[in-house]
């Protein structure tokens, strides 16, 4: 059973900095890629940022320059380190990882529960 365990999130003011991280645990074979999403109310849920199992990174325009993400494969782990946060920041993040179970298995999606994040003005 696969568990993705999400921490670090809060409030905060605007300008200010947080770093989420999601752990990943249970019966891994291979991580391929592990991302982090936001879905704010009344919205659809966004990718903010991807890194691929070679470390290749991938931004959404509104965050770049501001966020960075980072995986430690050895602890199955990613971070999202924010800085210079806005209030249009405020949102659930979630993070996402996919990965196979066994080494004939496919890669398949998971989820973590989710993490509020909010950006007081």
């Known amino acids: 059973q696969v568990q993705l365990v999400e921490s670090g999130g809060g409030l905060v003011q605007a300008g200010g900095s947080l770093r989420v991280s999601c752990a990943v645990s249970?019966?891994?074979?291979?991580?391929?890629?592990m991302g982090w999403y936001r879905q704010a109310p009344g919205k659809q849920r966004e990718l903010v940022a991807l890194?691929?199992?070679?470390?290749?990174?991938n931004y959404a325009d509104s965050v770049k320059g501001r966020f960075t993400i980072s995986r430690d494969n050895a602890k199955n782990t990613i971070y999202l380190q924010m800085n210079s946060l806005k209030p249009e920041d405020t949102s659930v993040y979630y993070c996402?990882?996919?990965?196979?179970?066994?080494?004939?298995?496919?890669?398949?999606?998971?989820w973590g529960q989710g993490t509020q994040v909010t950006v007081s003005s």
């Open positions: 996402n990882v996919a990965l196979k179970v066994l080494v004939a298995a496919p890669y398949v999606d998971y």
């Open positions: 890194i691929t199992s070679g470390g290749n990174t």
């Open positions: 249970g019966s891994i074979f291979s991580i391929r890629d």
